[in-house]
């Protein structure tokens, strides 16, 4: 199907970006990557009479490390987390994530921001950035703010970000050496959503959980972090029995929507099952 007709802006800089954003009001849309509002588009689902290209800002793209943290610019594209050292050694579990996500066609277009800032249950970075412990910097009229991911999500494609505002910085702790991790995805084919997935992000002491963040993706209306679970694992070995306890507590939490990917119950079984591996491979990265 063809879109409706809309008006096309392509601001070059974020203040002109957020000028057009607060003038055309909700009858704008931001485009990143759209590989999320396109579709919709055809579909008629979304009918914005105007679209905002982020495309062509600066600012908005780019790696680095700045004061303990990774700083990912919102427009920066899957592809861009795989190639950056700066990933790949500080944040491993964000590249490893980044490396499951649909296929290279996707990952050269698709945006981090537009990942997140779409708030599809479905998507892997809301997950990840749970666990990270990652922070957004959202940017409107009257200044910048920072949310953390854990609360930024509150369901069905909504999150914290204002109509006015735009999401234009992911800042992630760098983990200390030593800290294990996995994102563990089930999905049918290259290319399509997770059926279940779940990140961890884990640390030990001596033989025992020191500290453990588990994030859950599709298992509800947005991403879960999995806090009994969590608590659950704090100074207990890492055994059969506690993984069991684990996941068993993961599941709990998860109210999948029922589609071609499973049911009800096979989908929160796989969650737990997810859970159970990835905090099996991050224990084993956390003891080297």
């Known amino acids: 199907m ?5 008006d096309y802006h392509a601001p070059r800089s974020l203040g002109e970006a957020l000028s057009l954003l607060s003038s055309l009001g909700s009858d704008a849309k931001l485009l990143a990557g759209g590989h999320s509002l396109l579709p919709m588009m055809k579909l008629r689902f979304a009918q914005p009479a105007h679209l905002i290209d982020l495309n062509g800002i600066a600012d908005l793209k780019g790696i680095r490390e700045e004061g303990g943290s990774v700083v990912v610019g919102a427009m920066t594209t899957e592809a861009e987390l795989l190639a950056s050292p700066i990933v790949r050694n500080k944040v491993p579990l964000l590249a490893e994530g980044a490396a499951s996500i649909a296929d290279p066609q996707v990952r050269n277009k698709g945006t981090v921001g537009g990942d997140i800032s779409h708030g599809d249950p479905g998507n892997d970075h ?3 950035m749970m666990a990270l412990d990652a922070a957004f910097v959202l940017t409107g009229p009257k200044g910048q703010r920072t949310v953390k991911a854990d609360g930024y999500f509150l369901g069905l494609f909504s999150t914290q970000l204002a109509v006015d505002e735009i999401l234009t910085q992911i800042r992630i702790p760098i983990p200390p050496s030593g800290t294990g991790w996995s994102y563990q995805k089930l999905k049918r084919k290259t290319g399509d959503f997770a059926t279940a997935a779940s990140a961890v992000l884990l640390q030990m002491k001596g033989t025992a959980v020191a500290k453990v963040a588990i994030a859950l993706t599709n298992a509800g209306a947005s991403a879960l972090r ?6 659950a694992l704090i100074g207990k070995p890492i055994s059969e029995a506690t993984l069991g306890e684990a996941a068993r507590l993961a599941m709990s939490i998860c109210e999948p929507t029922p589609d071609q990917r499973g049911d009800v119950a096979y989908k929160t079984a796989m969650c737990g099952e997810m859970t159970r591996r990835a905090l099996q491979a991050a224990a084993a990265r956390a003891r080297g």
């Open 2 to 6: 063809i879109p409706p007709s809309f």
């Open 126 to 128: 809301p997950a990840l």
């Open 226 to 231: 999995a806090t009994a679970a969590e608590a």
